[in-house]
């Protein structure tokens, strides 16, 4: 593990896909841009210590950490691939910026928390893998066998602080169903867990996530979106909630 200022970190340990030790180097101007497009400006990057490996120009590095030290770091290609090293640990990506949040949100993905402080919301986190494709209908498991949620335990101390968390999933089935499996094990049953609804983009679709709300109706929309005062509440499923 290492620690340092944004752009100072030159090594992570542990294995990766290609079997050697990362080094990595901040982000050069191609994925500088990839980024733009994205409505994610530089200063946003540094800021979350997102860098690229070395040699690398199009993989790019989501460093994870707590209380400021690298704990983990996860790659992403420009063609979405994804993968992680060996033995990170498993939490929240950007839970420094929850530390001592009355109120945290969670999103589906780094580029949605990113997205996020764009609209001036920093007390975001974003879970570190992919969504379930349904809802379990087994009973929940105790933490230590909970090893698909295992970064929600590893984190339980700074959520239980939050008197709201806001999830801000994918609008999608797989969205639909992380929703549910994070409400089930963050006090769906207590009020304390509520979910955003994404707004319509036609007739029929709305947007996906935190991140195509930024690109196409902007920052300002974004956040009022989040704080719109029609959250769904998680445990009455398919009300929509007035006034929270």
């Known amino acids: 593990m290492w620690m340092g200022r ?4 030159t090594n992570i340990s542990g294995d990766n896909q290609f079997g050697k030790r990362q080094k990595l180097q901040p982000l050069g101007d191609e994925l500088i841009a990839y980024f733009a497009g994205r409505m994610i400006p530089k200063q946003t990057l540094e800021k979350n210590c997102v860098m690229q490996v070395a040699g690398q120009k199009d993989i790019i590095a989501f460093t994870y950490r707590r209380n400021g030290i690298i704990v983990g770091c996860k790659y992403r290609t420009m063609d979405k691939s ?3 090293e060996k033995g990170t640990e498993k939490t929240l990506y950007g839970l420094d910026d929850i530390k001592e949040a009355d109120e ?3 999103v589906e993905g780094e580029i949605d928390k ?3 402080e764009e609209a001036g919301i920093s007390n975001c986190v974003s879970v570190p893998a992919g969504a379930p494709q349904t ?11 909970d090893t698909g949620f295992q970064y929600i335990w590893n984190c339980k101390k700074y959520l239980n602080k939050a008197s709201r968390i806001i999830i801000a999933t994918d609008a999608d089935v797989s969205g639909d ?3 549910e499996e994070l409400a089930r094990r963050l006090g769906r049953e207590r009020s304390k867990c509520w979910r955003v609804h994404w707004p319509k983009k036609d007739e029929i679709n709305c947007f996906k996530d935190a991140n195509e709300v930024l690109m196409n109706l902007g920052p300002n929309a974004l956040r009022e979106t989040i704080y719109s005062m029609q959250l769904h509440h998680m445990y009455l499923f398919n009300e929509t909630i007035q006034g929270v």
């Open 104 to 106: 945290v949100i969670i």
């Open 135 to 145: 809802v379990s209908i087994k009973e929940l498991p105790t933490p230590e066998k």
């Open 82 to 84: 994804f993968w992680q």
């Open 114 to 116: 990113l997205s996020l």
């Open 6 to 9: 944004p752009g100072s970190w």
């Open 177 to 179: 169903a992380l929703a």
